[in-house]
């Protein structure tokens, strides 16, 4: 079955504390990125990815470090996380060329106390 | 950078009726697309649409690029509808703010 992986899908987290959210895709994308949804804001993208080394900044890439050793994971790591990362992240792939197949991540729901 | 609006932010209906979802856009795109986020959270991708109409089921959309926005329709709207629809634009899926329909039994 195609699908995007995320783990953890619950966090809770104390400022400073260094995690990982981890994305796993089997379709063989070239494309995958990170977003962070907000009440009210939608979705903003943090981070994305064209291929395996490949990355660049989003909108709101403050905070946030990314990593593509492999085609098939992208990682999404907050050194120190501070409350105002509180949110529910998603990650998604698609192939350049089929935007229309974009997948999502179910969905990671973070709180930092 | 591209500004995406969508309206109503809010829509409330009874089971079976008929609505319109708009999303309009700052700048020309070649990349357009309706996603539905259901109660859970969970993002689907309903249209990819940059231009022209398509239908699937009883969800249609229409992209007039050149007057920069974009239609979702439902009809005979179900409970299992509710949720946030979202429209996304652009290379980097610039997204709205969402319209949120519930759909009353």
């Known amino acids: 079955e195609a699908q995007v992986t995320q783990n953890p899908r619950y966090l809770i987290t104390v400022t400073g504390k260094k995690l990982t959210v981890t994305c796993s895709q089997n379709?063989?994308?070239?494309?995958m990125s990170w977003y962070r949804q907000d009440p009210g804001l939608g979705l903003r993208q943090i981070y994305y990815?064209?291929?395996?080394?490949?990355?660049d900044k989003g909108d709101v890439p403050e905070g946030y470090k990314v990593s593509r050793k492999e085609k098939r994971n992208f990682p999404l790591i907050l050194e120190s996380p501070s409350p105002n990362q509180t949110s529910l992240y998603f990650c998604?792939?698609?192939?350049?060329?089929?935007?229309?197949?974009?997948?999502f991540g179910p969905g990671t729901r973070l709180l930092v106390l | 950078g591209i500004q995406v609006e969508q309206s109503p932010p809010d829509l409330i209906l009874q089971e079976g009726a008929n609505s319109t979802l708009r999303c309009n856009f700052s700048?020309?795109?070649?990349?357009l697309q309706w996603f539905h986020q259901n109660p859970w959270g969970q993002l689907i991708n309903l249209f990819y649409?940059?231009?022209g109409t398509k239908q699937n089921g009883r969800l249609s959309a229409t992209t007039v690029a050149t007057e920069r926005y974009s239609l979702l329709y439902i009809s005979s709207s179900q409970t299992t509808d509710s949720g946030v629809y979202f429209c996304?634009?652009?290379?980097?899926?610039?997204f709205g703010k969402g319209t949120k329909l519930t759909v009353n039994p």
């Open positions: 998604a792939s698609s192939s350049p060329g089929r935007r229309e197949s974009q997948y």
């Open positions: 379709m063989n994308h070239e494309y």
């Open positions: 990815s064209m291929n395996v080394e490949v990355t």
């Open positions: 700048d020309s795109v070649n990349n």
């Open positions: 649409i940059p231009s």
């Open positions: 996304a634009v652009g290379e980097k899926l610039v």
